[in-house]
């Protein structure tokens, strides 16, 4: 009888990994269907991001691409790519996921931060007979006036600094993937003095065609600095490779998404040299060192949703990286966590988030989308 027992469970558990392994099989097939019949745009991305990999580092001048531009994103943890539904702020993430829902929707986000920072951020979609999906963004960080001193620290007056980047995309189906591009033009302006720099967003999205299950991936920031400051000091972009999954859970009202970025970059773990270590159990002190764990963390994002009703969302996310790099003596507190809730009604949908940055505090995010099709009334 235990023979017997045995030999049914075995079988159960064949059957449901036949299950599963069918369930992904259109997702394979589609992907090696479009590497198929796309070699040579398959074979310029990896070259792409292979050259641009190595050229490309961390510090760079215009890491404000990298931030997050809407509460929704800033709530999973900071990065996105496989969420895509009305919700017209996530083509900042992905410009794949642009699609007919979002026909005629704004996005605004205003994002205070500290010392009177603020980032404003706009994005707009519509389709277009000719063209199909498209859309519009603007990211604008203004850092306020600053005191203008000479070497020996006596005022001169005050100026203004700011950066601000504006893109323009397409998106359009294969089959179950979605497939988009973007163009961004980039400025930083310190009092006269002023830097232009061009890049594009590439992105691939897959939605299940039957599981509530969707993958997304983009290349971010593919480009070079045209004009730079007066300086030889090298101004490179933060090329981003990102990558996502997303999947709503049967029998819960939860929508789980892991997120991956700066898949490019082997080595993201910093490790001070001039940091005390621990003691072990002899007293001998212990420096911190590279671990392989701490790579991959350091290279993750993960969030959900609580779909608690169609008219209200919960939201929460954990960056592992985050909590790492921005900890202080005092502790982390809420540093790396993110907490956030949205109210929808059918013409405007209100989402806020917390974003912990620090022990001392932390980002807020406000982002409002506007769907301008509900306002019109139909006879």
Excluded at 47 to 62: D, E, L, M, R
Excluded at 148 to 176: H, M, P, W
Excluded at 333 to 349: D, E, H, Q, Y
């Amino acid at each position: 009888m235990k023979g017997n027992y045995e030999l049914e469970k075995i079988k159960k558990c064949t059957i449901e990994f036949r299950f599963k392994l069918c369930s992904i099989l259109p997702f394979l097939n589609e992907v090696s269907s479009i590497l198929q019949k796309s070699k040579k745009a398959f074979l310029f991305i990896c070259f792409t991001v292979t050259y641009i990999s190595k050229a490309q580092n961390f510090g760079s001048s215009y890491d404000f691409l990298i931030k997050e531009t809407n509460a929704r994103v800033a709530a999973l943890g900071g990065v996105n790519n496989s969420l895509r539904d009305d919700d017209v702020h996530l083509v900042a993430g992905n410009p794949a996921v642009v699609n007919g829902k979002m026909a005629k929707s704004l996005g605004l986000t205003v994002n205070p931060a500290f010392a009177n920072i603020v980032q404003y951020n706009v994005a707009y979609a519509d389709s277009i007979r000719k063209l199909g999906n498209v859309f519009a963004t603007l990211q604008f960080l203004d850092f306020g006036k600053t005191t203008e001193t000479d070497v020996t620290g006596f005022k001169l007056g005050e100026f203004n600094a700011s950066q601000y980047a504006a893109a323009v995309g397409i998106g359009g189906r294969k089959g179950n993937f979605h497939l988009g591009g973007a163009v961004k033009f980039i400025g930083m302006q310190i009092q006269n003095s002023q830097s232009l720099a061009i890049a594009a967003d590439l992105g691939i999205h897959y939605q299940h065609p039957v599981k509530e299950f969707s993958f997304g991936m983009a290349l971010k920031n593919i480009g070079r600095t045209v004009k730079k400051f007066d300086t030889d000091q090298p101004m490179p972009l933060p090329f981003n490779v990102q990558a996502s999954m997303s999947y709503r859970l049967q029998h819960m009202p939860l929508r789980f998404s892991i997120s991956g970025f700066y898949i490019q970059e082997t080595d993201i773990q910093y490790v001070d040299p001039k940091a005390p270590g621990k003691l072990d159990i002899n007293g001998k002190e212990e420096k911190e060192s590279k671990k392989i764990s701490e790579q991959i963390f350091r290279h993750t994002t993960i969030g959900g949703e609580f779909l608690l009703h169609k008219s209200f969302n919960l939201r929460f996310g954990y960056n592992h990286m985050r909590r790492k790099e921005l900890r202080n003596d005092d502790g982390a507190r809420l540093t790396g966590f993110s907490l956030g809730f949205m109210i929808n009604t059918k013409p405007i949908n209100v989402s806020y988030t917390y974003s912990g940055l620090a022990s001392t505090g932390g980002y807020h995010f406000i982002s409002l989308n506007c769907r301008f099709s509900q306002f019109i009334i139909k006879e």
